[in-house]
């Protein structure tokens, strides 16, 4: 026993210990990490807190930026396989289309962690995925539009996140949750901005033109941030005023939507955290080093965040993170 752990039990605190302080460690590990891109404020966050973690753990982390494409995504697994690593990360730009790739790290007994999106494949295939809810990152923002225009009408037109990918999926199943019931708030017009600011600046200028130049918009709903920026940018080019002639509210929490805020012009964001890769690496500690396997979910906070939540704060808080 080692001289912490008797230490531990001779102070009775033994059952406070967590079963990763327990763990030796991921140091020497070499460890895979297919990344989906760099579409977003937030997917720059999630890559450097990955490296920061692999690094702080000893972590040898070998990088591949798939550039949104699966194929890229499929080949680097592959190419990981190949190395023989301790294990695989994947940030999977699809929900679909896994399960090959999936079964032969399952062959050469290579654990893989699934990052911030979900697939659709027998769980057996991956050892966990560690993600938000996104249904309820939808529901979220959708209440807090219920909440906030009450029993007036309000044509919402939304931005979706990319064709295929879970978050777009379900948070659009969500955010129709969440107004469900509310017959006074209708979805207008729905259409991708591929979770890019470019995207969402192109797809809102569309829909204001069609919207009688946004006199018939009452809210926009983006499906992260980065497209709301993109849609403020529109807004403003097309004479309104995000945040008041066009309520804004989107998913991330990102630096730049907490700007907006403070300038008045976004109105709701719905937290995700970059740190996926923490639990993931502690995941994967005690399942490599103690055998534990961890649940098959590891499920990440969704707060709200308004102007009320000194947004100021807020941004000074996350400008160190790499978004
Ligand atoms: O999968 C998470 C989503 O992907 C983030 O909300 C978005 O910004 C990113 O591109």
């Not at 990490?33 to 690094?55: D, H, L, N, P």
């Not at 017009?189 to 829909?207: A, C, H, L, N």
Request: with cysteine.
């Amino acid at each position: 026993m080692s001289v912490i752990k008797k230490l531990a039990l001779a102070a009775g605190i033994g059952a406070l210990l967590s079963s990763a302080a327990w763990a030796q460690g991921l140091e020497g590990k070499v460890v895979g990490f297919s990344q989906i891109g760099s579409e977003s404020g937030w997917r720059a966050a999630e890559t450097s807190v990955t490296k920061q973690q692999a690094e702080a753990r000893g972590v040898d982390l070998k990088f591949a930026d798939a550039q949104q494409k699966q194929e890229n995504q499929i080949k680097a697994i592959r190419g990981f396989i190949a190395q023989g690593v301790d294990a695989i990360l994947v940030a999977p730009v699809v929900a679909t289309g896994w399960d090959e790739v999936l079964t032969e790290a399952k062959e050469a007994n290579i654990p893989v962690i699934l990052l911030d999106r979900g697939v659709e494949a027998p769980e057996d295939l991956y050892l966990t995925s560690v993600a938000s809810d996104q249904v309820k990152e939808g529901r979220v923002a959708g209440e807090w539009l219920v909440g906030t225009v009450g029993d007036k009408t309000c044509n919402v037109v939304e931005l979706q996140g990319t064709v295929g990918s879970s978050p777009a999926i379900n948070r659009k199943q969500g955010f129709e949750e969440g107004i469900a019931g509310h017959a006074n708030i209708t979805i207008v017009r729905s259409q991708t901005g591929d979770f890019t600011r470019s995207k969402g600046k192109e797809v809102m200028e569309g829909f204001l033109k069609a919207e009688d130049g946004g006199k018939n918009i009452c809210a926009v709903y983006a499906h992260n941030d980065d497209m709301a920026v993109g849609a403020i940018q529109a807004i403003k080019d097309a004479g309104l005023k995000p945040g008041s002639d066009i309520l804004v509210v989107s998913i991330d929490a990102v630096p730049d939507i907490f700007s907006a805020m403070v300038a008045g012009e976004a109105n709701a964001t719905v937290e995700l955290t970059p740190n996926m890769a923490g639990p993931a690496f502690d995941a994967l500690d005690a399942y490599l080093n103690a055998g534990t396997v961890p649940p098959k979910f590891i499920i990440t906070e969704s707060k709200l965040y308004t102007p009320a939540d000194n947004p100021q704060a807020e941004y000074d808080n996350r400008k160190g993170l790499g978004y």
